[in-house]
């Protein structure tokens, strides 16, 4: 008698709503709410003036306008 087991892993993670819904058909993950209400959190950055005008940081900040 052969038995083919597969093992399934769960792993919760609080995780950005915006993060997991731009992975999730890639990465096979599924998002669930925390509660009715979400869970809220403010993020602050401090940043250089001479880094404002670097791609990557433009990148960012402009991901965040788009994410609120």
Do not use: Q
């Amino acid at each position: 008698m052969c038995v083919n087991l597969t093992k399934l892993v769960l792993t919760n993670a609080a995780l950005p709503e915006w993060l997991v819904s731009s992975h999730e058909s890639r990465l096979g993950i599924k998002g669930t709410g925390i509660s009715n209400k979400g869970l809220k959190k403010r993020v602050n950055v401090g940043l250089r003036n001479d880094d404002l005008g670097l791609d990557y940081v433009k990148g960012f900040i402009e991901s965040t306008r788009s994410n609120v």
